[in-house]
């Protein structure tokens, strides 16, 4: 009766909404599986308990340099979401689930990259995260852990290898715009071909392109001087040679 009150608040204990509380007694764990959340009690000297956090946690993996399968080199960093599904997988199967899931997230990045090509990284970084999903959340389901989500931050290329992917897309738009520029000269020549064609055939729509000319000639203020020479006359003259 004199320690009743001590012993009340070393018996009960509380856990948020958020945690689960694993519980050993003489080292063995308790059936039922996990307590919480809320209050629940414990044999003060006899059983031990321990706090797991059902809450999403995230973390960054550190840059990983990797050699892609085409032997070039990149740096990849990479955000993996996980959570504790099952406490007590958590609490007894590992030894720390959080460390553990750290380590085992750079290794598979470095494994996934390394067996994809520099073009593969850079356009296919969303079937890259969810290969790397799945595959640590295999991992990881023996020890309680469930791998939410996996996002590529970022892919960083060596200095040398940007400038000559800058100069191959330059060297390709130059290609491009020089070959667009030959279609539209062929077109050019082709439809004008086709009005001296139309012209040929008729004098009269010949002398209404000169006229039209000199119009759009004495439209613009300048100082050009013009002389207009009948047609018919150089027609003439051309006959005579």
């Not at 059983?47 to 080199?73: A, G, I, N």
């Not at 000269?185 to 439809?191: N, T």
Request: hydrophobic fraction near 40%; include cysteine; glycine fraction near 4%.
């Amino acid at each position: 009766m004199a320690t009743l009150p001590i012993s009340l608040c070393m018996c009960i204990k509380v856990v948020q909404e958020y945690e689960r509380a694993v519980i050993f007694r003489l080292g063995r764990l308790r059936k039922g599986g996990a307590k919480g959340p809320g209050i629940f009690f414990v044999i003060p000297c006899i059983d031990t308990y321990k706090k797991v956090d059902l809450r999403t946690v995230s973390f960054d993996v550190p840059p990983q340099e990797v050699l892609s399968r085409d032997s070039v080199t990149v740096t990849v960093d990479a955000v993996v979401y996980y959570r504790v599904s099952n406490p007590t997988m958590a609490t007894n199967n590992v030894e720390d689930y959080s460390h553990s899931t750290h380590l085992l997230g750079a290794t598979t990045l470095r494994n996934v990259l390394g067996t994809k090509c520099l073009a593969e990284i850079l356009s296919e970084r969303e079937q890259i995260a969810h290969w790397m999903e799945t595959t640590l959340d295999e991992a990881t389901d023996p020890w309680g852990v469930k791998v939410e989500r996996v996002e590529i931050k970022d892919v960083r290329l060596p200095v040398q290898l940007q400038r000559a992917m800058a100069a191959e897309a330059e060297a390709a738009r130059e290609a491009r715009a020089k070959v667009i520029a030959a279609e539209g000269e062929q077109k050019a020549s082709r439809a004008l071909k086709e009005a001296s064609d139309i012209i040929s055939e008729s004098p009269s729509s010949l002398q209404l392109r000169y006229l039209q000319t000199l119009n759009s000639i004495s439209a613009e203020k300048n100082s050009t001087i013009i002389f207009p020479v009948p047609m018919d006359f150089l027609a003439h003259m051309i006959k005579r040679d």
